[in-house]
């Protein structure tokens, strides 16, 4: 039987639709408006793709957002004294600063230099070390918006063996933190270019997130009988987007499955509402 389509986009709706009541909430009580200041240094056209849709997805909840464009060659010391001028200004919840950065720009540095509590991204150490102990300040926006997916298709996590492909600090680490956290409760292996045999740790997987970012890098017959299988890949192929996962093939064999697009996309989006809001009302306590 063909996998359950898991709908990214109208669950990232519904999500959204409570940041927008909450947010409506925080406006009427504190008299704040959650307020997202994204950066976005060169012109890589993906990346403006997606800061286009965050600011879009600001409006669409009632949120405010501000768009700091930068020269691609804008230098380490102009970027980070914007971040600092953002992190000194009371009218700006959350700082996002979209990655990839121009190459000659130390990331590390930039990101650290987000103040930890306008760190709607999650990539702060502070931030990382409070969701790793399990008390999490911000959660980062794609894998928690892989476990709402994963939640929605109503398959308990605990007990189960999720395999992760991939080891990025943006995706594959934190995902592997929330899976195992108390209350999740999976078995996690994760899986990296070094895993020799790769396909035999995805046919034991009974929920399998691809992070690798190359097409259809997970065969049809790696997908285990009935399992869940999550796909954060975007790639471009031509005019296609094609996910991690080599999709028809993983939706005759799984039991549920995300499209790309319309799976985790949206979401990740979704959750970078909720932290801004979490921001607004941490900052106006
Ligand atoms: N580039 C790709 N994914 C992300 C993300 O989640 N946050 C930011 N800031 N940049 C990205």
Redesign the pocket.
Request: glycine content about 0%.
């Given at each position: 039987m063909a996998a359950r389509i898991i709908d990214g986009k109208l669950i990232a709706e519904q999500c959204r639709e409570l940041t927008a009541t909450k947010a409506a909430q925080l406006k009427t009580s504190r008299g704040v408006v959650p307020h997202l200041a994204a950066i976005l240094a060169g012109d890589d056209p993906a990346?403006q793709v997606?800061v286009r849709n965050k600011e879009r997805a600001c409006a669409k909840a009632g949120l405010h957002s501000t768009l700091h464009r930068l020269p691609a060659d804008v230098s380490q010391q102009e970027l980070i004294a914007l971040i600092q001028s953002l992190n000194q200004d009371p009218s700006v919840n959350g700082i996002?600063?979209?990655?990839?950065l121009p190459r000659h720009l130390n990331t590390t540095q930039v990101l650290d230099t987000v103040h930890p509590l306008k760190d709607v991204?999650a990539?702060h150490p502070e931030n990382v070390g409070l969701m790793l102990q399990g008390r999490p300040r911000f959660l980062?926006?794609?894998p928690a918006g892989v476990m709402q997916l994963l939640h929605s298709t109503g398959t308990p996590i605990a007990g189960k063996h999720a395999v992760i492909i991939g080891r990025s600090d943006?995706v594959g680490k934190p995902m592997a933190a929330l899976l195992i956290q108390k209350g999740a409760d999976a078995t996690v292996t994760i899986c990296h270019s070094r895993t020799p045999d790769i396909a035999a740790f995805c046919r034991q997987a009974d929920i399998l997130v691809a992070a690798v970012g190359i097409p259809e890098f997970v065969r049809g017959d790696w997908i285990k009988p009935d399992a869940v299988v999550i796909d954060v890949g975007i790639n471009r192929v031509g005019e296609r987007l094609v996910g991690d996962v080599e999709y028809a093939p993983a939706l005759e064999k799984a039991a549920a499955i995300t499209p790309v697009p319309g799976g985790v996309g949206p979401m990740?989006i979704a959750m970078?509402l909720q932290n801004t809001l979490k921001a607004a009302e941490l900052q106006s306590a």
């Open positions: 990346s997606y996002l600063v979209q990655l990839p991204d990539f980062p926006c794609t943006i990740t970078l």
